[in-house]
């Protein structure tokens, strides 16, 4: 019996290796038998240079580079054999990183991405993937190509400063020095977010209010942003503001999009097929998927539904476990998953869950193994 074990990771809890694990000792302890096969997961965001690290055997490596607010930190990329640049936004530029009376949309920059591509350029890139999500920037990207070379001048031909709201003051963008190694390689841009750059649906509407921006700043913020793509647009010959998850990650995905050539993906999409999980997925008796909060929002795109569509395009079931089931959980019955359960044995603090996720996460899935091996044998 073949087992694949396909979760996303418990945010503020768990990495996907870690919840990864917590289920296969499930597993293992109702049938040891078992042949089980981890597979970590994830849509784009936070955790996705783990995820595919623990898939591929890829090489870990860690750069100083600037967060958001232009401090150093220690950010982790991913290095893959094939020329392969994993590049997780949210490791230089996230919200997780900046604390909550710091946080500042108006003037927080991605610069710290850019850099994290200048050193993946420098190990030789042909290929970059480019998970967004998590992000505490609000820039369009344009920090991000700042560190590139790109120079975003105003009217006296100085360079404006960093962070969305400096954008309003852009007049003019020189691509002389725009590093030109990017011409022989591919961008990918791992998302689970389709928005467009501007607008009500857009970038600054729809995300910048969890990033700290009142009303009034999230509509400087938009034209800010508006404008860019205008100047862009006409430096390029074509405008990306519309083009799908341009608005990801407080708009670098627009920049990915007009500048880098990126072509958009879902994120659990790019992930799966690193780890190789519809090869695994054939002949397997069962999928076990999860994440820290299931509802209706996990049919938009989120790991537990990648999963499952690749599971059922193999005709295997899947069963998901979750830190919390929201409102609407159940319409994933109708999109391949089974059943779901959540993690919690009894009422408790959301601390202690947090802290001993991994304990019952392991008996969760014991339980859920010893219900479904006796089903499988008519015992029940």
């Known amino acids: 019996m073949k087992i694949i074990i396909a979760p996303d990771s418990f945010k503020e809890s768990l990495s996907a290796p870690e919840v990864a694990s917590a289920i296969e000792r499930g597993i293992k302890s109702a049938a040891p038998d078992t042949h089980v096969i981890c597979i970590p997961m994830a849509d784009g965001g936070e955790g996705t240079v783990d995820a595919v690290l623990a898939a591929t055997n890829g090489e870990r490596r860690i750069e100083r580079v600037q967060n958001a607010l232009g401090e150093p930190i220690d950010a982790a990329w991913g290095w893959l054999d094939n020329e392969t640049a994993v590049i997780e936004m949210a490791a230089a530029a996230g919200l997780e990183h900046i604390r909550p009376e710091m946080r500042d949309p108006m003037r927080a920059t991605s610069a710290g991405v850019g850099e994290l591509i200048v050193h993946a350029l420098n190990a030789g890139a042909k290929h970059i993937v480019l998970g967004l999500g998590g992000s505490a920037t609000n820039d369009a990207g344009a920090g991000m190509l700042q560190a590139l070379g790109l120079k975003l001048l105003d009217g006296n031909g100085k360079q404006i400063t960093q962070g969305g709201a400096a954008l309003a003051n852009l007049a003019s963008i ?4 725009f590093d030109e190694r990017l011409r022989n ?50 430096k390029l010959g074509y405008d990306k503001r519309d083009a799908p998850g341009s608005g990801a990650a407080g708009g670098l995905g627009f920049a990915a999009h007009a500048w880098l050539q990126a ?21 397997a008796s069962l999928v076990i998927t999860g994440e820290g909060r299931m509802d209706a929002q996990t049919l938009l795109g989120k790991t537990p539904m990648g999963v499952a569509t690749i599971a059922k395009q193999a005709g295997v079931p899947v069963i998901a476990i979750a830190g919390s089931l929201g409102a609407g ?42 219900l479904w091996l006796a089903a499988r044998h008519h015992v029940i």
């Open 329 to 370: 959980y159940q319409n994933l019955y109708t999109a391949g998953i089974q059943a779901a359960f959540s993690l919690t044995s009894g009422p408790m603090t959301l601390q202690h869950a947090c802290e001993n996720a991994a304990e019952l996460l392991e008996d969760r899935t014991r339980d859920i193994m010893r």
């Open 263 to 283: 072509r958009f993906r879902p994120g659990i999409e790019v992930v799966a097929g690193i780890g190789g999980l519809a090869n695994a997925v054939q002949g």
């Open 185 to 234: 390689v591919t961008v990918t841009i791992a998302s689970d977010v389709n928005n467009p750059l501007c607008g009500d649906k857009g970038a600054s509407a729809i995300f910048g209010p969890q990033k700290g921006a009142t009303p009034q700043q999230i509509k400087q913020l938009d034209a800010a942003l508006s404008h860019f793509a205008d100047l862009s647009a006409k």
């Open 174 to 177: 020189d691509d002389t020095l």
